[in-house]
């Protein structure tokens, strides 16, 4: 078998041994430019990426000899899949790979935020000594919405049976609820919900949807968390929630102005001002993207990525 795999982007060594190990020729290229990589790629069957940089129509045209496009993530949308797929190119994802991590920060996020620990914190290493001002609030009795049940939403809910709360979730495949939440219509999870928690990919369907209309649709006030795509809210229409107290408080581990790539925050130096005031409310909680990046996690992903390229070439034949 003379599979010639390009990576993009470091992983876990993990990756990278197992797949030379069962006889594929890796190859490396970090810190060449797209134009770059597009003029040889022509001379790869196979591209290991994150999310460096759009592998877009330009990219696959010239990509006239791969078989399979592996992220190293839970989604693809820094790919064009559609024109991909058209062009017979396997792809492949680890949503399995950082479920549980997203799972157990998204839990951590909202005891955090119900119990001020990050403002009692920054308080006391202040000087100040507020007990009242950090009253908290209990999970227990709380109806917690899930949109997106898919890996990520799943194992969150999972990781609420230990809790005396209601799960719910939203999801437009039908019939997929469990033992662990309960599938409801998207009316019916605004009506009851107390915490949301979006677990979502990034499609035209959820760019943006978490808008003034939307958050006005809940029928009490709530708090939100988010672990999947900052450009799945609106950040300017969340700000005036907060303000007006219709949402509580918030987790975000991602944001509006995120670059493609998640490494880097804004397109430019400006500061919006929606974001500003994230920046300094008390009631907000934010993490760089970190939710799936554990150190198990970075383990977990780079395996579940050999283990699917190797079974797209099993017996040595490439199998679509």
Request: hydrophobic share 40%; with cysteine.
């Amino acid at each position: 078998m003379s599979v010639k795999i390009l990576h993009i982007d470091s992983n876990n060594p993990i990756l990278w041994n197992q797949l030379e190990e069962a006889g594929f020729e890796n190859h490396a290229d970090f810190k060449s430019s797209k134009e770059e990589i597009e003029a040889k790629i022509k001379d790869y069957n196979g591209i290991v990426i994150r999310s460096r940089f759009k592998i877009d129509k330009t990219f696959l045209d010239n990509a006239t000899n791969l078989q399979f496009i592996a992220r190293v993530g839970a989604g693809l949308e820094s790919i064009d899949c559609e024109y991909a797929e058209s062009k017979g190119i396997h792809l492949i994802a680890a949503p399995e790979g950082n479920r549980n991590a997203v799972a157990e920060h998204s839990l951590g996020v909202i005891l955090s935020l119900f119990n001020n620990l990050n403002q009692a914190d920054a308080e006391i290493k202040a000087g100040h000594w507020n007990r009242e001002s950090n009253r908290g609030h209990e999970l227990d009795g709380k109806t917690v919405g899930i949109i997106g049940y898919g890996n990520m939403g799943k194992a969150f809910a999972k990781k609420l049976r230990g809790f005396d709360v209601e799960v719910l979730f939203y999801d437009i495949l039908e019939n997929i609820g469990d033992e662990n939440a309960k599938q409801v219509s998207l009316s019916e999870l605004q009506k009851r919900a107390d915490v949301l928690s979006l677990h979502l990919p990034w499609t035209p369907q959820t760019d943006k949807m978490v808008d003034a209309a939307f958050i006005n649709a809940f029928a009490k006030p709530f708090w939100i968390i988010n672990t999947s795509r900052g450009k799945n809210i609106v950040t300017a229409d969340l700000v005036e929630a907060m303000k007006s107290k219709k949402v509580l408080g918030a987790g975000l581990d991602v944001l509006e102005y995120e670059k493609l790539s998640f490494e880097t925050l804004f397109q430019d130096k400006n500061t919006p001002e929606a974001f500003q005031y994230l920046l300094e409310a008390k009631n907000v909680l934010l993490t760089p993207h970190i939710a799936g990046w554990t150190f198990e996690s970075h383990e977990r992903l780079a395996q579940v990525i050999v283990d699917k390229i190797k079974a797209v070439y099993a017996g040595g034949v490439f199998k679509a």
